[in-house]
């Protein structure tokens, strides 16, 4: 299964950067198509602007370990992600994140979502100026 493996370091503690990464309702701000991703008990339910169309999937918790790791798998969805945070000797944290993409994902949806490594970096960009304070609303001008 294809997958994207980047990492990123943040101004902030491994708390900090995963309170955010872990407040699901806060994703349309740092991952562009993410229209609303809502969180019941340890399930996830996605909405994903993808071009012309709107998808849904649901996706359930595995992994939560407040300022270490966060994981999810979507057995019916395109991806499971995995994230770690890790201190860094200067305060920080590096953040790694892999994301693994299902066999069946149609190149179509992959194509009109933008999934993909350059999608990746710009998401973790926004994500790393949204931790680190440095803009209110990231995806304003994106």
Request: aromatic letters at 10%; hydrophobic letters at 40%.
């Amino acid at each position: 299964m294809p997958g994207i493996n980047e990492t990123i370091e943040v101004a902030a503690t491994p708390e900090r950067a995963y309170a955010v990464w872990a407040d699901f309702a806060g994703y349309p701000r740092f991952v562009k198509g993410v229209e609303r991703l809502q969180r019941s008990g340890q399930n996830l339910h996605w909405v994903v602007k993808a071009g012309p169309r709107t998808v849904e999937w649901d996706a359930e918790i595995l992994v939560e370990e407040p300022g270490r790791r966060l994981s999810w798998k979507a057995p019916d969805g395109p991806i499971d992600t995995d994230i770690t945070f890790e201190a860094t000797a200067e305060g920080g944290t590096c953040v790694v994140f892999n994301e693994t993409m299902h066999d069946s994902l149609p190149a179509a949806f992959a194509a009109l979502s933008g999934f993909g490594g350059s999608r990746a970096k710009d998401d973790l960009e926004r994500y790393k100026q949204l931790v680190e304070g440095h803009d209110p609303d990231p995806l304003a001008n994106a």
